[in-house]
Nanobody
């Protein structure tokens, strides 16, 4: 099975940038859309962005559109989330997930999850 490991989280000031990485192992990603979700304390896990592994087509939540960019490196089996113009409300645990192509992409439909990486944005 595919295993996902996130990295790159940390503390950053508002307006700053951070890049998260999600390294996949144990299988090919060609049949998946890879995405990022986040969960703040006391809130539901929410969609951040996704990318189709083969075609590279991306989609984003309205809350991050224009600030976050998702990309992938096929050779490294790694997906990235570049986060710019960070706001305090972006503070959350960020999770990498893999959804099977052809299925609805959402928090409840992921085939695989990473363990998460904490992003804290200070004022």
């Amino acid at each position: 099975q595919v295993q996902l490991v996130e990295s790159g989280g940390g503390l950053v000031q508002a307006g700053g940038s951070l890049r998260l990485s999600c390294a996949a192992s144990g299988g090919t990603l060609s049949s998946y859309a890879m995405g990022w979700f986040r969960q703040a304390p006391g809130k539901e896990r929410e969609f951040v962005g996704r990318i189709g592994w083969s075609a590279g087509i991306t989609r984003y939540a309205d809350s991050v559109k224009g600030r976050f960019t998702i990309s992938r490196d096929n050779a490294k089996n790694t997906v990235y989330l570049q986060m710019n113009s960070l706001k305090p409300e972006d503070t959350a645990v960020y999770y990498c997930g893999a959804g099977i192509l052809g299925f609805n992409f959402g928090p409840q439909n992921m085939a695989f999850w990473g363990k998460g990486t904490l992003v804290t944005v200070s004022s």
